[in-house]
Structures are given as structure tokens and as C-alpha cells.
């Protein structure tokens, strides 16, 4: 199982993030997938027999929902110096 972050490049409302959970939900090899309202990010855990990152980045951007790409940098990373969580 491989584990992968991706943080929105818009702010998403709770329907939206909503709807991108349930897209890529439907992704076969797909086993789970944590919103994150407050860090503007998903976090999926899925099957890379099956499907890969790339896979689902291009699944969330036909969905209207492109996604940060390269260093995450200061806030989401769960540990840097951010204070917004």
C-alpha cells in the first residue's frame, strides 16, 4: 500500500472536498482517502499495483480540482512550523 498528500491550489469548500473524496474513491486500487478541510489537502492510501500518483492527480484535476505539485513547504507537512492546524 502506498500513501500520497495532495494539497489543493484553491481553497475548497466542504462539498467540494466532498466531491473530490468521492472521485477518487471510485479509483480502482483506491483504499482510502482522509479530507483535511483546514490543511486543503486529501491524503489517499491506495494500491500502486493498480494506480498511481500521477493516475490520481490527473483524476483530481478532470474533476476540477489541480493540485499543488513539488515541495510542499511550510504549512501541511504535520510538523514544520506551521500553526494554522
Known amino acids: 500500500m502506498q500513501s500520497e498528500v495532495f494539497q489543493f491550489r484553491a481553497a475548497t469548500t466542504q462539498e467540494s472536498m466532498a466531491h473530490a473524496v468521492r472521485v477518487l474513491s471510485g479509483v480502482a486500487g483506491v483504499r482510502d482517502v482522509t479530507p483535511s478541510i483546514l490543511r486543503n489537502e486529501v491524503s489517499v492510501q491506495f494500491n500502486a499495483e493498480l ?35
Open 51 to 85: 494506480t498511481s500518483k500521477q493516475d490520481l492527480q490527473a483524476v483530481l484535476a478532470d474533476a476540477g480540482y489541480p493540485i499543488q505539485t513539488g515541495s510542499r513547504g511550510g504549512c501541511g507537512g504535520g510538523g514544520g512550523g506551521c500553526s494554522c492546524s
